[in-house]
């Protein structure tokens, strides 16, 4: 069977139905795991199911033939190419041609697990991604530190989220020397690839201004539901067919850097759906429906804290895991189950515990900024943290504020200055010095003589205008002015 379907043809499944015995062409497969079919015939062929790019959902359907061996709602399963169903129907599916192309569930399985044995098989929960051992830091070549300008002190806060193969959480300055005696100044995120010797070298992901989704990516251009997508969520809520040498297809899940603005491919191989997420248990249509790249709607979810929640999970294939998002759901649908489950643990706490005693829980993203190991321990040991880039802002723009835990009230508080430093603490939430034009005239209305007569909002650090906003306001007309003539 493998060396009839070794082309990159688009390769597609057909199934005998127990019922009727009719032979029939797969399109997909609904929320509860059941397949849908269709005839066979050129006028479905654009609809069928397309296993080559789509191998997540081929496992889980036949994973799903095999716990149902003794009541089986299917039975035969064929797998070709396109171009050898073309020719099969012409012969009106000729029974002897038709078996050469037989495949047995259990041995596809297992030659899965063969050809990706580091491939975790759906029994986990919370990730992505595939099993991984931790790199040891202390191999990273000291030489690429030097080669891209980058300093140990900026790496460091880094480095245990990078042994675990992500990028590095925030962007850090990057000077690399482009020719002997040359470096350009920049920044962007980095990561850690494990060398034949053992050593790491360092990968820079380098930082752009703006994405580009108009040029190729790997050998293929993105459609314009792609882009939108990309726009909208950062991935591409598909499984992309890159091509990134002539002949070599590679199926692979496509999603933005949401800091480097860089596009970002994850193979389909490297990637095993969990049987369930955050003690949800996953449908056999919705691990279908995630390992095709779509957005996935999971409910009853259980937070770090005990409450159930639902949300939109979606694989992210920049950042190695799944993106969360609750847009249009209803976040107090769980309110008064919720509500019983912290009376339960403040019951079940020990003596002279209460719920305002017990330690803030610290995030590992604050304001759309994900924190270092350095700032969360900072966090959990009660100190305040310097952190840049967080959206408080009203109009979108980032701004920077000393962040500290507030036990009593439960919350964070956030400075302009470094309250373990100060006298004065202020729990009011007020950006760092640098960002205090920013949010006086971006969120208060507030206008000094500088700022007065601009009407775009202030990026960080700005103090005044930039010479833009100065044209584009002389451009105004001046407003008439009211008053009784004379």
Request: charged content about 30%; hydrophobic content about 30%.
């Amino acid at each position: 069977m493998d060396e009839k379907i070794s082309n990159d043809d688009k390769k597609v499944l057909l199934v005998k139905d127990v019922k009727d015995g009719k032979v029939k062409a797969v399109t997909g497969m609904d929320e509860k795991g059941n397949i849908q079919t269709a005839e066979p015939t050129a006028k479905n062929q654009n609809s069928l199911f397309a296993v080559n790019t789509n191998e997540a959902m081929l496992e889980a359907f036949f994973k799903k033939m095999v716990e149902q061996a003794q009541q089986p709602t299917h039975t035969g399963f064929f797998l070709m190419t396109e171009k050898m169903l073309d020719k099969l129907v012409k012969t009106d599916l000729d029974p002897h041609e038709l078996e050469l192309h037989r495949v047995n569930p259990a041995e596809y399985l297992e030659k899965v697990q063969q050809r990706n044995p580091q491939k975790t098989q759906g029994g986990g929960d919370e990730t992505a991604q595939s099993t991984f051992q931790p790199m040891d830091v202390n191999k990273i070549d000291r030489q690429e530190l030097q080669k891209y300008g980058i300093a140990a002190a900026d790496l460091e806060p880094h480095l245990k989220a990078m042994s675990y193969g992500h990028k590095s959480p925030q962007m850090i300055p990057l000077n690399p020397e482009l020719e002997p005696g040359i470096r350009v100044p920049t920044k962007g995120r980095v990561s850690l690839e494990e060398q034949t010797d053992g050593s790491l070298k360092i990968i820079p992901h380098y930082w752009q201004e703006k994405p580009n989704l108009d040029a190729p990516f790997h050998g293929v251009l993105l459609n314009e539901q792609d882009k939108e997508n990309l726009r909208q969520s950062l991935n591409a809520g598909r499984v992309v067919e890159l091509e990134p040498s002539p002949g070599q297809k590679i199926p692979a899940f496509v999603s933005l850097d949401r800091l480097t603005n860089k596009l970002e491919a994850l193979p389909v191989e490297n990637i095993s759906i969990p049987n369930k997420i955050k003690g949800a248990d996953l449908s056999e249509g919705q691990q279908q429906r995630l390992g095709a790249g779509e957005k996935v709607l999971v409910e009853k979810m259980v937070s770090r804290t005990g409450r159930f929640f639902d949300g939109y999970i979606q694989i992210n294939a920049s950042d190695k895991k799944f993106d969360f998002t609750y847009e249009g759901l209803d976040r107090n649908r769980y309110s008064i189950e919720n509500k019983e489950i912290r009376s339960q643990q403040k019951e079940n706490a020990p003596e002279g515990e209460t719920e305002k005693t017990k330690q803030l829980f610290i995030p590992k993203k604050l304001l759309g900024v994900e924190l270092t190991e350095k700032q969360q321990e900072y966090l959990k040991a009660g100190q305040a943290t310097y952190i840049r880039g967080m959206l408080k802002d009203d109009k979108g723009e980032p701004f920077n504020a000393w962040v500290k835990p507030n036990p009593e009230k439960m919350k964070f508080d956030f400075f302009r200055w470094n309250p373990d430093k100060a006298k004065k603490q202020d729990a009011e939430v007020k950006p760092a010095e640098e960002s205090k034009t920013q949010v006086a005239v971006n969120n208060d209305g507030k206008t000094n003589e500088a700022t007065k007569n601009v009407k775009e909002p202030l990026k960080q650090e700005q103090q005044k205008p930039t010479e833009n906003q100065f044209k584009q306001e002389a451009r105004r007309p001046a407003a008439k002015k009211s008053g009784l003539k004379i």
